[in-house]
């Protein structure tokens, strides 16, 4: 199965100073990403409560958040 994603987020941060000994960087400006999964490339039932899968993606960062080289976006 291919599925196709686009992924977004945007944020802002109230209080810095609660997140001790945690580097937070703030989204303040949009972050987009969009990519293509390839799913259930391989489906085993797992003791018959249901499945498990295997399969891969790869996703690429566009617009602001994105880097200079391809490369560095995947």
Do not use: C, W
């Amino acid at each position: 199965m291919l599925t196709v994603h686009l992924n977004s987020g945007i944020g802002q941060l109230q209080s810095r100073e609660s997140h001790l000994f945690v580097p937070i960087r703030v989204m303040d400006k949009p972050f987009f990403e969009s990519g293509l999964e390839i799913n259930r490339i391989l489906k085993f039932n797992y003791m018959n409560l249901g499945y498990a899968g295997f399969g891969v993606g790869v996703f690429t960062r566009i617009g602001y958040h994105a880097h200079d080289t391809v490369k560095e976006n995947l």
